[in-house]
């Protein structure tokens, strides 16, 4: 049997980077996935490329996550398609504006972060809870970044929202543990991503790289396994946990 045999995932972010490898790697392990993204184009192609693969097995659908009515949609059309939800990959983010100054950032430049990379993550958590419970057992991964665990300039808003997501999963963890529903945080290094790429040059790229003691970034495979194995009954007894994925950045 497949690790996610007929589980039904919603995965937001998903029409490149670590979303759409998350999303190809579910649908592999026997998942229906509904990947969502507000980029329309570029997530349709990601759909149609994992459906050529493994077909009928993802749906995509246009998603603000940052809004309460958007959320509404998605699960109401999860539930209208699947019947359920089993699984919520909170993976959508942003870096948002960089500076070593925090006097740089303004409100704006600070809600926007906010909006997506945590308001989005609660608003998910709230619409999928209800039909989890129905089902007696869910698992909620949250993607957070080794911002959320050691300070970092750079991204003050981005930090922030990081350290949020940290705190959220484990109060949520355990409001839900009761209910069977599971709730955790992976928290990557340096990965090479779309976002990563347009926010670092080449010069600050190698700079990173040289303070990863395995000596090269992530790639968005390496994200998509711990969350699959958190996503699967194989963590049934892991809830509120935190999986740093970072080539040992930290543990210097």
């Not at 998903?14 to 998942?31: N, T």
């Amino acid at each position: 049997m497949k690790r996610l045999e007929n589980k039904v995932a919603i995965i937001t972010g998903a029409a490149g980077g670590q979303g759409a490898e998350e999303a190809r790697l579910f649908a592999k392990e026997g998942a229906y996935v509904v990947a969502t993204d507000v980029q329309e184009e570029l997530l349709a192609n990601t759909v149609r490329e994992i459906n050529e693969e493994y077909e009928g097995r993802i749906i995509g659908l246009k998603h603000d996550v940052s809004t309460e009515e958007s959320w509404k949609e998605v699960v109401e059309e999860t539930i209208n398609k699947f019947g359920t939800i089993d699984i919520l990959v909170n993976n959508a983010g942003i870096a948002g504006k960089l500076s070593s100054n925090v006097l740089d950032f303004s409100l704006e430049d600070w809600q926007i972060v906010q909006d997506i990379n945590v308001v989005g993550n609660f608003l998910g958590i709230k619409e999928v809870v209800p039909h989890m419970r129905r089902n007696g057992s869910g698992s909620i991964i949250n993607i957070s970044s080794i911002a959320a665990i050691v300070g970092n300039q750079g991204g003050v808003p981005y930090q922030a929202s990081k350290g949020a997501t940290r705190a959220l999963t484990k109060s949520v963890a355990l409001d839900l543990a009761k209910d069977g529903i599971r709730v955790n945080s992976v928290h990557p290094g340096l990965i090479t991503t779309p976002m990563s790429e347009s926010a670092l040059d080449d010069e600050g790229r190698k700079q990173m790289e040289s303070t990863i003691p395995l000596g090269f970034s992530g790639e968005p495979k390496d994200i998509a396994y711990p969350v699959l194995f958190l996503a699967s009954d194989e963590s049934r007894f892991m809830t509120g946990s935190e999986l740093v994925v970072d080539g040992g950045t930290i543990a210097q």
